[in-house]
Every structure is written in C-alpha cells, then in structure tokens.
Nanobody
Framework: QLQASGGGLVQAGGSLRLSCAASGLTFIKYSMGWFRQAPGKEREFVAAISWSDGSAAYYSDSVKDRFTIFRDNARNTVYLQMNSLKPEDTAVYYC?????????????????WGQGTLVTVSS
C-alpha cells in the first residue's frame, strides 16, 4: 500500500513537499516514483529513484531542476520536493513502486499505485 500526502494549494513560485509512505512491501527492493495527471490530460511520468540506496534518479524534462525525489528507507517513505512551482504543475500526483527502474516511466510497468494527492498552483 502506498499512502501519499502533502498536496495543497500554493502560489506560483512556491514550494511543496509530497510524501509517500509504503507498507506491505520490501521497500528497499523497489524503485519509487511519481506520476501526475492534470484535468483532461493523460497521466504522465514525473520522477523516479532507484531501489536500495536511491543513488540514481531521473526526471521528466518539465520538472528537471525544479523537483527532487529522495527516499528514506528507515521510514519506508519517498518524497518529492517541488520548488518554483508553476500553474501547469497543477495535477493529482500519484506515488508508484516498481521492481524496474528505467522502465518505471511506463504505467504498465508500475506494480503499485498510491491514491493520489492534489496539488494546485495558482497564478
């Protein structure tokens, strides 16, 4: 089970940190990531971090240099730090887990989905 939290309303240029607590799986064996879905749009990949020590991470071009993904294996939690938020970042954000890493960008490769948390960025 993946429980995401931390969404809310923020002004453009502001920051938010999303959290996702995992249970019922061996956390260190899973790559973790985030997808998002804006109203009327398809779900899109945002960021991913590798299993175990999380030494590798990558991002979609739209969030690179603004968002940072990191994990705390002691807490079975993955985070998404979002800075310099833009109105186009408004979406429901979903936490995901997969036994794959680079292939996590493809929704069908995701093993677990969280319930989503809404981020709204006002202009």
């Amino acid at each position: 089970q993946l429980q995401a939290s931390g969404g809310g309303l923020v002004q453009a240029g502001g920051s938010l940190r999303l959290s996702c607590a995992a249970s019922g799986l061996t956390f260190i064996k899973y790559s973790m990531g985030w997808f998002r879905q804006a109203p009327g749009k398809e779900r899109e990949f945002v960021a991913a971090i590798s299993w175990s020590d999380g030494s590798a991470a990558y991002y979609s071009d739209s969030v690179k240099d603004r968002f940072t993904i990191f994990r705390d294996n002691a807490r079975n939690t993955v985070y998404l730090q979002m800075n310099s938020l833009k109105p186009e970042d408004t979406a429901v954000y979903y936490c995901v887990a997969s036994t794959l890493y680079s292939e996590i960008t493809i929704p069908s490769n995701v093993g677990y989905w969280g319930q989503g948390t809404l981020v709204t960025v006002s202009s």
